[in-house]
Structure formats: C-alpha cells, structure tokens
Nanobody, 122 residues
Framework: QVHLVESGGGEVQAGGSLRLSCAAS????????MGWFRQAPGKEREFVTR????????YYADSVKGRFTISRDNAKNTVYLQMNSLKPEDTAVYYC???????????????WGQGTQVTVSS
C-alpha cells in the first residue's frame, strides 16, 4: 500500500506559477513511476506528466509541455509538479498517482492521492 498526500494547490492569476508536492508513505517510493493527472468539472481525468522511478525520464502531455516540470526526490519520498505560465484551462483538481508499470492512462496507476484544487483566473 502507498499513501499519497498532495499539497500546494490554490488560486493564481493567468501567467502565474504554482508548485505542487506529493508526499508518499508505505512501500518503497523509489520503485514506483509517479504521475500527475488532472480532472476539470464535467471532464474525464487526463494525464499531465509522469516520471520514472529513477527520475531519469519524464513525459508530458502536449498541453503542458514547456510549462510544467515534474521532479522527484526519492530520499524525501516526494514528487513535485512545477507549473509555470498557468492558463485558465489548467484549472482542475490535480492528483498524484503511483504505478509499478507507468504509462499515460489512469488505469495503469494503483495508488492515488486525494487531489488538490488548482484554479487559474483570467
């Protein structure tokens, strides 16, 4: 079992930045691919980014490429999402998730945090 807790959400104006954190406890954090997903009202949960267990490779949705950066600190059992140049369409609940296999589809992820709200005003 992996327990995930997100923090760092909030409200920001368009063009601003936020940094999300996801603290993990339980099984060995460094074994897991970590992903960030988001879900806006009335929409399906969508992939944002993921990072492999070592931190050596990252993948991004086209909609956030160049603006968002995922990173992890395996010593602190934490994954981060730095979000810059935020747009109103980035407004959503952001979830971190853990998977032994990885991938871009949410069904690949076994463990989920409770989510943190990000609101970008125009």
């Amino acid at each position: 079992q992996v327990h995930l807790v997100e923090s760092g959400g909030g409200e920001v104006q368009a063009g601003g930045s936020l940094r999300l954190s996801c603290a993990a406890s339980g099984r060995t954090f460094s074994n897991y691919v970590m992903g960030w997903f988001r879900q806006a009202p009335g929409k399906e949960r969508e992939f944002v980014t993921r990072i492999v267990s070592s931190g050596g490779s990252t993948y991004y949705a086209d909609s956030v490429k160049g603006r968002f950066t995922i990173s992890r600190d395996n010593a602190k059992n934490t994954v981060y999402l730095q979000m810059n140049s935020l747009k109103p369409e980035d407004t959503a609940v952001y979830y971190c998730a853990a998977s032994l296999g990885g991938g871009s589809y949410y069904t690949s992820y076994n463990y989920w945090g409770q989510g943190t709200q990000v609101t970008v005003s125009s």
